[in-house]
């Protein structure tokens, strides 16, 4: 686990992971995210949708993106914190980077495709211009299993 991770930081993550278990139900890939206002207030929850919509961009950190910017009128989610059940891959980290989110929150590591620093270091790459800060690990297990299971139950 990554410094800076809080009990807060659990308490958003455990949202996420509710949000990742509706994904499971619906059949879709177990992630899940959840992005919380500087305040504290949470702005938007999602899941992935890409079987669902037939949209390979259809990933839980794009959709809550889009959410958050809907509640607060505007894309830039300065301040905001993204939880994710899942390290985010290219595609969202460059998404997350564009939007101002300050942090990233993620529970599993992603080794194939993940972008926060166990495949790629995007976040590092893209500091000097759009820095996000990255915490990882938090309920790592919790969200590895789901993953694991999901998994096994297609092969």
Request: net charge neutral; proline share 5%; glycine share 8%.
């Amino acid at each position: 686990m990554f410094p800076g991770v809080s009990a807060t930081h659990s308490t958003h993550m455990r949202a996420a992971l509710a949000e990742a278990r509706v994904a499971l139900a619906a059949g879709e890939v177990p992630v899940g995210a959840v992005i919380v206002s500087a305040q504290g207030d949470v702005l938007a929850r999602a899941h992935n949708l890409r079987e669902t919509r037939t949209d390979p961009t259809a990933h839980a950190e794009i959709l809550a993106l889009r959410e958050a910017g809907r509640q607060v009128g505007n894309w830039r989610l300065t301040g905001a914190t993204l939880y994710v059940t899942l390290e985010p891959c290219p595609m969202c980290a460059a998404a997350i980077a564009l939007a101002r989110v300050q942090r990233v929150v993620f529970a599993a590591q992603d080794p194939r495709l993940g972008a926060a620093g166990s495949r790629l270091q995007m976040f590092a790459e893209l500091a000097g211009e759009w820095p996000v800060d990255v915490i990882g690990g938090v309920l790592e297990e919790e969200a590895s299993t789901l993953l694991k299971d999901f998994f096994a139950g297609r092969r």
